[in-house]
């Protein structure tokens, strides 16, 4: 007789915590078709990115939309397929933005109500980022602080422009202010691009991910760092994905630039910052690698923001691919480094608490 002396494969040292993965309420797409079938002529970027999601019945489209409202079934079956162990749910662009403000209020407390709910019944599996809307006039700093302290939510979404605005200006304030008082982090996520840069990105199919999305966030970025947002929220915690929306690769001629445009005051208009812009980044900026998966990119990013600021992301549903998991497990790392990257800068950015 002879004993089975197969051994079972190794516990692995860290968790997955995928850190930007899309989620909506049924009740969102059905607005949403309701507003695009009465006016498609009112936000063309909109329409770009909703109506083809929520109008189209081809085979992607159908295929993100029934992922995007499921947390008990294909989704979990898929996170473990591919061995995420724990999402991070916000909800998906455009979100509360296109909204106003009573709009904008209502399904930014449906969608956090059901999110807790989500998060309670399977906190294994899930956190979640709260929905606020930023046409209020508080700019939702209301809504965030009752889904953090009522709701159990660990930070904020924040889609990108809120009606052709960027968040850099005084209305937006309060929501920020809030975010810092609460502690919590404010994820810069894409949008469609905002009206002014609409036209030319979509002439040739470029306003969507596979290049406007990164344009309009590293805007919008940057616009929050040369405004002095966070010069006046010092402690103000930003995430920003798909490896910083391009913005760490420009990081030494953005520097450069802006010390020669400060020395020479080519923009009266425009306040000097005491710190350099990527100054800023790495202070109050922290990167995931949503749809970004390839090594020579994470470890670029890593060299020039921090080891410590880039955690991982798969950017589910739209960006499912099981591959790319085995392929940032194979990142040129320490096991220490590998661990932060997967599990130990996630659990600390949106205090997670995922027990042992």
């Not at 700019?139 to 709701?151: K, M």
């Amino acid at each position: 007789m002879t004993s089975d002396t197969t051994a079972s494969p190794a516990p692995r040292p860290y968790r997955r915590i995928a850190t930007e993965e899309a989620w909506a309420p049924p009740e969102m797409f059905d607005l949403f078709r309701g507003i695009l079938g009465d006016h498609p002529e009112d936000d063309p970027g909109f329409m770009s990115l909703m109506g083809y999601y929520v109008l189209n019945d081809g085979d992607r489209p159908r295929f993100i939309r029934e992922r995007m409202t499921d947390t008990e079934g294909v989704r979990l079956q898929e996170m473990d397929a591919a061995g995420v162990d724990h999402q991070i749910l916000s909800l998906t662009a455009p979100g509360t933005n296109p909204l106003p403000p009573v709009q904008a209020t209502d399904l930014a407390r449906l969608s956090n109500d059901q999110l807790g709910e989500i998060v309670r019944n399977r906190p294994d599996r899930f956190s979640g980022l709260a929905a606020v809307p930023f046409s209020a006039a508080d700019a939702g700093a209301a809504e965030l602080e009752r889904a953090v302290t009522r709701l159990g939510l660990k930070g904020a979404i924040l889609n990108s422009h809120v009606r052709d605005r960027y968040t850099d200006t005084d209305e937006f304030l309060p929501f920020y202010e809030a975010a810092e008082a609460l502690g919590v982090p404010v994820y810069l996520h894409p949008n469609a691009p905002s009206a002014s840069l609409f036209k030319p990105l979509h002439d040739r199919g470029l306003d969507g991910s596979m290049y406007g999305f990164g344009v309009e966030t590293g805007l919008h970025l940057m616009r929050l760092v040369v405004s002095g947002v966070f010069e006046r929220f010092p402690n103000l915690t930003m995430v920003v994905g798909h490896l910083g929306e391009a913005v760490p690769f420009w990081l030494n001629r953005i520097d450069y630039m802006y010390g020669k445009q400060v020395a020479t005051g080519r923009y009266p208009h425009v306040k000097p910052l005491p710190l350099k812009p990527s100054e800023y980044i790495r202070r109050n900026v922290w990167i995931t690698t949503s749809g970004m998966p390839w090594q020579d990119e994470v470890m670029f990013v890593r060299t020039m923001v921090g080891a410590d600021r880039v955690m991982y992301a798969m950017d589910y549903p739209y960006q499912y691919e099981p591959s790319e998991v085995a392929l940032q497990d194979e990142l040129p790392i320490s096991a220490e480094e590998k661990f932060e990257f997967f599990e130990g800068i996630a659990t600390r950015v949106f205090n997670l608490d995922l027990g042992s």
